[in-house]
């Protein structure tokens, strides 16, 4: 892959923009302050990708929460399919038995690295536990998962930015676009 010195010249199309992100994110934080209201609330970030929505979400939620960082990684696949099989690369830091687990995700595509990370959560006994994506990729899903928050349900297009990448370039933009497939294919 060659390293891009122009990252916008590789998107083909915005779309979502900052604004619509920003407007999306704010109304999900008000539904979990309403939901979650009087309880013992973990967000679980799944690095790297849900890294800039962990950090824009948890400042729109009103609530005593704590956060927690996981990051996991899929082996056996290509660059650009998940494969099922999930490496935990790190862990939780703190116990969640009995707290009320959030898993914050950038992206649901096969849905297989949630419902590995879901199993895996539910044997540390918390409360409960519940899904909460920017985006849905409902095209490309090979098991169900219970998604309880979702921002955006998108088409089955190569999307990056707000944390998404290709080859760990593209995270730091910040909309959502579509890369062009010269950008991936070269
Ligand atoms: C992405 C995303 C999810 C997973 C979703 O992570 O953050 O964790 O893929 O795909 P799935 O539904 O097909 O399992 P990725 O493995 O690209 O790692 P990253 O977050 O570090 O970019």
Do not use: H, W
């Not at 935990?88 to 690295?113: F, H, N």
């Not at 490309?140 to 297009?157: C, K, S």
Request: with cysteine; hydrophobic share 40%; aromatic share 6%.
């Amino acid at each position: 892959m060659k390293v891009t010195q122009d990252l916008l010249a590789d998107v083909a199309e915005v779309l979502l923009t900052e604004e619509q992100i920003a407007g999306k994110v704010a109304e999900l934080g008000q539904r979990i302050s309403a939901d979650y209201a009087g309880r013992e609330l973990t967000l679980v970030s799944v690095l790297k990708g849900s890294l800039p929505f962990m950090a824009d979400l948890m400042r729109r939620i009103s609530l005593p929460l704590r956060i927690d960082l996981m990051e996991v990684s899929s082996y056996g696949g290509t660059g650009t399919e998940s494969s099922g099989l999930v490496r935990i690369l790190k862990d939780l830091s703190a116990p969640i038995e009995g707290r009320d687990v959030l898993l914050v995700e950038d992206i649901i595509d096969t849905g297989l690295t949630l419902n590995y990370l879901i199993r895996y959560l539910k044997g540390k006994n918390p409360r409960s536990i519940k899904v909460c994506s920017l985006l849905d990729k409902p095209a490309r899903r090979l098991v169900e998962i219970p998604i309880d928050y979702v921002g955006f349900e998108i088409p089955d297009a190569f999307v990056v930015g707000y944390g998404l990448d290709f080859g760990e370039v593209y995270r730091n933009l910040r909309f959502v676009g579509v890369l062009r497939p010269e950008a991936y294919e070269s």
